[in-house]
């Protein structure tokens, strides 16, 4: 079985990334990935 990593990211703070976290979970599953490990920041690239 191949294994990943979940990363999300949004850009603001008032920003969920719980979709983000489900849709990618849906995918492993229907793929049949083993998913090791999720990664997930709120930080703007803008200064």
């Known amino acids: 079985m191949q294994q990943a ?3 999300v990211r949004v850009s603001k703070k008032e920003q969920d990334y ?5 849709d990618l979970r849906a ?3 229907n ?3 083993q998913v090791v490990a999720e ?3 709120k ?3 803008a200064k």
């Open 5 to 7: 990593v979940i990363f």
């Open 18 to 22: 719980q979709r983000q976290v489900e």
């Open 27 to 29: 995918v492993a599953q």
């Open 31 to 33: 793929q049949a990935v």
């Open 39 to 41: 990664i997930s920041e």
């Open 43 to 45: 930080i703007s690239g």
